[in-house]
C-alpha cells in the first residue's frame, strides 16, 4: 500500500534525507572490511573525559527515573562559567535540537533566514521545513565569509540570520571586524543564531569573545555550543544555547522536546565541562594534527580552505561523493559534500595521528 501523496506537509517531502556519517556497526556491515579511520562526523578521537564515563557507570542504575526536565544544574554550572544566569541557558538533546526548537519558535511560512554557503545541513533544512525561504551566500574564493552580502540582506530584515564559525564544512572562524560589521548591520527584529559548535579548536590568537560582544548590544541573539565535538560526547546528545532574553529561553523550553537532555547526558556533560584538562590536551593534540594533515593535503595537490575547526574541507578534484566511496572500500571513512557548487569537495575529520596516516597513505586514489 503507498502512503497518500497529501499526508506529508510538501516541506517535509521535498526536503534531503539528512546527510549523516555512517555509524560503525553499519560501516562493517556495508562494507565488510574493517575501520582503520572513522573521519566523517567531526567526533574526537580521544573520546570524553573519564571523569564522564565514570559518571554514567555510576548513574545508570538511576535511570527509572524521569531526568530534571529543565536540566537546571547544568545550566548553572555552564552559565557561572560564561557569566550569564541559568534562565538565559537552554540545554537540547544536542545543539542540533536547538536549531530545530528555534526555528519551531519563531518561523512562519513564507519568513526568511538567510546562512553561507557551503552551509551546515540543518540550518537550511530545518528552516525550509518550517516553510522559509533560506537566502544562502556563498564565501569568497579565498575562504573569507560573505559579510558584505549578509550585511546587504539583513536591511530587509530577515527573521532569522544563522551561520557557524569556526564553520561546518568549510573550516575559517569570522574575523572580529568581519563579525562586528554583521552587528552594526543587525536590527533586534532579526535573531542571530551564531553557532560555534567548533569554537574550542579556535586557536586563542583568533578566539573571539562572541557572547560578550553579543551581550554589549541591544540585539537579539543565540549562540550554540555543543558537548558533541571538542567534548568528545556525540553518542549522548547534549548541547545548549545561551541566549539574549530569558523570554527566549522560555519559547525554546515550549518547542523543544521535555526531556530532551536525559538523566545521564546531564551529568556526563557536567562531567566534562568541569575537566577542563582532558579538553585542552585533545584540543591541542587534534590542532597540531590538523596543520600537519593540511600540509600533507597540499603537498598531494588538494586545494585545501583555512580551518580553525577540527576538520579540512578539500578540493578533491572529482565528485566528493565518489572520492568518499572509494576511500570506504579501503576503510577509511569521509565526508563528500553534496551541495552545490562543492560538489568536487570532501571534509575530513582531524582523528589520532594513526587514523590521519591510514587516510593520508590512501589518496590520491
Ligand atoms: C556538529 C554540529 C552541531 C551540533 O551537533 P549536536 O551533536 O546536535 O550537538 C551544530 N552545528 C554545527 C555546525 C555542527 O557541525
Redesign the pocket.
Known sequence: MTLPAALIRPEIAGLPTYNAGLALDRFKARYGVECLAKLDS?ENPHGPSPYAVCAIEQAAAGVGAYPDAASLALRQQIGEALGHGADRIAM??????L?GAIFRAVLRSGDEVVTISPS?G??EFGALAQGARVIKHPFSADWRFPVEDICRSLRSKPRVLIF?SPS?PAGPAISAAGFTQILNALTSDTLFVF?E??VEFTADAEKLDAIGLLADRDLTWAS?R????AYGL?GL???YGVFSHAAMVGAIMKTRNPFGVNALAAIAAGKAFADTRHLRRSVSQITEERARVAEALSTKGFEVAPSSANFLFFNCHESGQAFAEKLRDKGVLIKGWLEEPFLNYARVTIGTPAENNAFLQRIPI
Do not use: Q
Not at 92 to 97: I, L, P, Q, T
Not at 226 to 229: A, H
Open positions: 567531526n537540547g538533546n544536542g545543539s542540533e535540537d536549531i551546515f540543518l540550518h557557524s561546518n553557532d559548535a567548533y550554540l555543543t558537548f558533541s565535538k556525540a546528545r547534549v548541547g
